[in-house]
């Protein structure tokens, strides 16, 4: 049986976890995560990692994992969460299932963190686990 490939999309600031507010996001960096996460389902999904902070550059990786026929996306857009149409409607304009992912729990936080605009294009929405809440994600995909 093929493993399934699923993309771990990061956006703005993620490159900086372990450094900005760690008592909200916690000590462990972009790079703990991606180690956590490869340790963990090494002989069971096939991960990609991928972050930047640019707006179009999600979108273009969005797409990219339709056009790789990818199984599922896991995205974290950080601050595009709560108004980016663009990755909102790159998510609804292809046929891969993803699951919106959350370190802190945005519901608990400043009230413009609460309303996320990408959610109803996604699966479903993990959040306040720190970095479990991209484990749970992943345990999602091998669910299928």
């Known amino acids: 049986m093929r493993k399934q490939k699923v993309v771990i999309i990061n956006g703005p600031n993620l490159n900086l976890l372990g450094q900005r507010e760690p008592e909200v996001y916690g000590q462990d960096t ?4 991606e180690e956590f996460l490869t340790v963990k389902y090494a002989d069971k999904i096939n991960l990609e990692f991928y972050q930047s902070n640019i707006e179009g550059e999600l979108v273009n ?7 790789l026929q990818y199984d599922g996306i896991i995205i974290n857009a950080g601050a595009y969460t709560h108004y980016s ?3 909102h409607d790159a ?12 370190i802190s729990n945005i519901h608990n936080r400043e009230e413009f963190r609460k ?29 299928l």
């Not at 891969?96 to 992912?101: A, G, K």
């Open 30 to 33: 972009l790079d703990d995560l």
């Open 61 to 67: 990786k969005i797409h990219e994992a339709f056009k």
């Open 85 to 87: 149409l663009a990755i």
């Open 91 to 102: 998510l609804k304009s292809i046929n891969v299932p993803s699951i919106e992912v959350h």
């Open 115 to 143: 309303n996320s605009v990408i959610a109803p294009a996604t699966v479903g929405q993990i959040s306040g686990f720190k970095l479990k809440s991209y484990a749970l994600a992943v345990e999602y995909f091998l669910m």
